[in-house]
C-alpha cells in the first residue's frame, strides 16, 4: 500500500514537470508568432511605400498620354464647334516644390529592437514630377477653353476667318483685322453685330470678350459679325460737350475750345465715379404685342432709364423705372416706321443678349430724330460701361499714334528719299499717313461704310 502511494505521488510530480514544460513552449511559441507577424507588418508597410511611389509615377505618365490622346481627338477642327487654338496660356501661379523629409518607417526585430529607415527623393525627382504636374495643369487648363471660328463680313462684300478662343477680347481681333486688311487703325473701326430678324445692330465694346457674346446667339442664329467704319463709336469723347452741355445752344457747342473738350472729360471720367450725361426728354415707346407708340418723358440715371407717370412730377419718388442696365445691352433699329409703324426711324431697343426674336421683354423707344437718338445710345452707354468706355477710347487713341509714329519712322526720308509720303485727315480729325500701293503688301480692300445684309434703307 505505501508502495502504490509513492509510485501516485511520483507520477503526480512528473505531470506537474509536464505540465509546467508546455506551458513554457506555448509561451515561446507565441513570443515568436508575434515578433514574426511584426516583421510582416513592418515589412508590408515598407513595401506599400515603395509600390505608392512607382504607381505615382506611373499615374503622372498616364494621365500625361491621356491628356495627350484627348487633345488630338476631342479638339479637331469644325466650324459649328470648339476648335484647336494655340496651345499658349498664362499660368496664374507657379509650382514650387522644396525638398521634404519623409515620413520614417519602423521595423521590431525578433529580439525586441527597434530600426528606422528613412526615404529621400533626390531635387532630378522632384523636379520632374513639379514638371509634369505644372505641364498636366496647362494641358487641363487649354482644354477648357471655348474656342470659335468667327466669319467678320467686309463691307466690300468679301470676309475673313478668324478663330478666336474666349480669353480674346474685342480689342485684340480688331488688331488681327488690321494685320489682316492693312488698313489704317483709325478709331472709328468696329466690330458689329447685326440681327436681321430685329432689324437691329450694336457695336462691340473693345473690353468685351467676343467669344462670351456669340455664345448667346444660338446655333440657329442668322446673326452676323461686320468690320465696319462707324463714327459715333467715340463721338462723345471727341465731342463731349454735346452730350454733357446738351441743353445748350448748337453755336456755343460749336464753338467750344479743345481745352474745354478735355476739362469735360477729365471731370466726367477721371474722378472716382464717372458721371453719366444727366439728359431727358420725351421719347416714344411701343406697347408690347401691339404696333402702338405711346409718348412718355424718360430721364436717364446711372442705374437705368426712368420715366415720370401721368400725373406726376419729376420728383424722384415719382419716378418709375423702365428698365435697368445691368442684364440688357442697347440697340440701334433701322427700317421700323415701316415694321411696326413707328412715329421715327431713329429707333433703338433695350434686350438681354439671349433674345433674338421679338419679346414682350424687349423695350422698343424712338426719338425724334438723329441727333437724339445719338445723345441716348451714346449716354446710355456710358451709364452701361462706365470707365471701361473711356479706357476703350485712350487705347485706340495710343493705338491710332503709335501706327502713325512707326509709319513716320519707318518712311523717313533719311530711310527711304524715293518714297513719297503723304497726310490725310479722316473722320476722327487725327492726321494719318498715306502710302503709295507699292509700300503695301496688297492693296487694301475697299472700306466703304455700306448698309449690313438685311436692312432696309427709307
Avoid at 503709335?402 to 485727315?425: F, K, M
Amino acid at each position: 500500500m505505501d508502495e502504490i502511494n509513492t509510485m501516485f505521488i511520483n507520477l503526480l510530480g512528473e505531470i506537474d514537470v509536464l505540465a509546467e514544460s508546455l506551458e513554457h513552449e506555448m509561451s515561446g511559441t507565441s513570443q515568436l508568432e508575434r515578433d514574426s507577424e511584426t516583421d510582416h507588418f513592418s515589412f508590408g508597410f515598407s513595401n506599400l511605400r515603395e509600390s505608392l511611389n512607382e504607381l505615382e509615377d506611373q499615374d503622372l505618365d498616364n494621365l500625361m498620354a491621356d491628356l495627350a490622346a484627348d487633345l488630338t481627338t476631342d479638339l479637331t477642327p469644325d466650324l459649328t464647334t470648339d476648335l484647336t487654338p494655340d496651345l499658349t496660356t498664362d499660368l496664374t501661379t507657379d509650382l514650387t516644390t522644396d525638398q521634404q523629409f519623409l515620413p520614417t518607417t519602423t521595423s521590431i526585430s525578433t529580439t525586441g529592437t527597434t530600426s528606422t529607415t528613412a526615404t529621400f527623393q533626390g531635387p532630378s525627382q522632384v523636379q520632374s514630377k513639379a514638371d509634369k504636374v505644372r505641364l498636366a495643369l496647362e494641358k487641363l487648363k487649354e482644354a477648357k477653353i471655348r474656342k470659335r471660328i468667327v466669319k467678320v463680313l467686309m463691307c466690300n462684300g468679301s470676309f475673313k476667318m478668324l478663330m478666336v478662343d474666349d480669353r480674346q477680347r474685342v480689342g485684340g481681333v480688331l488688331d488681327i483685322l488690321f494685320e489682316k486688311t492693312h488698313c489704317d487703325r483709325a478709331l472709328d473701326w468696329s466690330l458689329c453685330e447685326s440681327n436681321p430678324e430685329l432689324q437691329i445692330e450694336r457695336i462691340f465694346e473693345d473690353h468685351e470678350l467676343l467669344v462670351e457674346k456669340l455664345c448667346s446667339w444660338g446655333r440657329s442664329s442668322k446673326n452676323a459679325i461686320f468690320f465696319v467704319s462707324r463714327p459715333e463709336k467715340y463721338s462723345l469723347f471727341k465731342d463731349p460737350q454735346v452730350f454733357y452741355m446738351w441743353r445748350n445752344s448748337s453755336e456755343a457747342l460749336r464753338n467750344t475750345k479743345e481745352t474745354d473738350k478735355m476739362l469735360l472729360l477729365k471731370e466726367n471720367f477721371e474722378g472716382p465715379s464717372v458721371i453719366v450725361p444727366d439728359l431727358e426728354g420725351v421719347l416714344y415707346q411701343k406697347e408690347s404685342g401691339k404696333r402702338k407708340w405711346n409718348k412718355q418723358y424718360f430721364l436717364l440715371r446711372a442705374s437705368g432709364i426712368y420715366y415720370i407717370p401721368k400725373g406726376k412730377t419729376k420728383s424722384s419718388i415719382h419716378l418709375s423705372c423702365l428698365v435697368r442696365f445691368e442684364n440688357v445691352n442697347i440697340y440701334t433699329a433701322s427700317g421700323y416706321k415701316q415694321k411696326y409703324r413707328a412715329p421715327t426711324d431713329f429707333c433703338f431697343i433695350l434686350k438681354h443678349p439671349c433674345l433674338q426674336q421679338e419679346s414682350k421683354y424687349i423695350k422698343f423707344l424712338c426719338c425724334e430724330d438723329e441727333h437724339t437718338l445719338s445723345l441716348w445710345v451714346n449716354s446710355i452707354r456710358v451709364a452701361k460701361y462706365g470707365a471701361a468706355l473711356y479706357k476703350n477710347y485712350q487705347a485706340g487713341v495710343h493705338r491710332s499714334v503709335t501706327q502713325t509714329s512707326s509709319l513716320h519712322l519707318s518712311h523717313s526720308p533719311d530711310a527711304n528719299p524715293a518714297t513719297p509720303l503723304a497726310v490725310h485727315s479722316d473722320v476722327s480729325g487725327a492726321s494719318s499717313p498715306v502710302l503709295n500701293g507699292d509700300d503695301l503688301p496688297e492693296p487694301p480692300p475697299d472700306f466703304i461704310p455700306a448698309v449690313p445684309l438685311g436692312y432696309t434703307t427709307s
